[in-house]
């Protein structure tokens, strides 16, 4: 999955990103919210997890444009705000779930997991499809039976494909969702991205077609 953190505190925006990216995700950082707002004109996420007081403005007017431009990425606010009142004008205004400072990151995590199951309409988590037995969250794998074992990003590649499948993804998508924005990504990365999930895919009914010129689609064996 692709994050994007709103968050002025450098400390607590580097912990939250050290977390997320040892799960697999891939997460970009704005700490004001002129650049969160190019982000997201740039950019195509998952989740959004947004601080309220930022140097340049009040993150719930952010949230509001969000919602009347008509974008449905889940937004999750942290706030050290713990009156009611906050939390209930928080969830008015679109947001998704809002987590309490200080909060433990274990519960943040939990709580983007059910929100995100809850914009996928699908409370459990396990994709089954092509002798492919996949859950994102727990990061496991299994192939005719067999455990298989896969990198983060590898995992993440596999959850894009499992979750459109015949969806045309271009390269240049496939490196926006598995890369950060700060990293520096060559077409010959994503090929060999691909090259590896093949290998993996090779004992089930699943396969990764190159449309020359267009991408890649995930196509499943009659």
Known sequence: MKFLLIEDNRDLASAIISRMRLDGHVIDHAEKLSDAAAFVETGEYDLILLDIMLPDG????FLQQHRASDLDTPVIVLTARS???DRIG???LGADDYVTKPFDHAELEARCRAVL??????????VEIG??????VAG???????????RNREL????LFLNAPGQIFPKTKLADRLFS???DVSENAIEVYIARLRKHLSASNLRIITLRGLGYRLDRDE
């Open 90 to 92: 928080s969830l008015d």
């Open 83 to 85: 009156q009611v009142s």
């Open 140 to 150: 496991h794998l299994t192939v005719g039976g067999e455990a298989v074992t896969m």
């Open 117 to 126: 199951r809850r914009k996928s309409g699908n409370s459990k988590t396990t």
């Open 58 to 61: 009040d993150g719930r007017d």
């Open 181 to 183: 924005y700060d990293e």
């Open 131 to 136: 002798g492919v037995v996949f859950d994102p």
């Open 156 to 159: 993440r590649l596999l959850e």
